[in-house]
């Protein structure tokens, strides 16, 4: 019992630390427009800027920060 009660309590911390996917520039190859989104809208499309917080490419993910005791 005790062993399971371990175990939920690690993974209820290991969804703590989740956070949503990042926001990427995705040019098209075809027409060279530009479109913002999570993942590769298809074959035709580069990565060219991000990661951006917003869905609307606007503000930069900011770099992580170390913990206290590994700085």
């Given at each position: ?14 969804s ?10 995705w ?17 035709g ?17 900011s770099?992580p ?7």
């Amino acid at each position: 019992m005790h062993r399971l009660a371990c175990i939920l309590a690690l993974g209820c911390t290991a969804s703590a630390l989740a956070a949503p996917a990042p926001w990427f520039v995705w040019r098209s190859k075809l027409d060279g427009r530009e479109h913002c989104a999570q993942t590769s809208p298809g074959q035709g499309w580069e990565r060219v800027r991000g990661p951006y917080r917003d869905l609307r490419c606007s503000q930069p993910v900011s770099p992580p920060t170390a913990p206290p005791g590994l700085r």
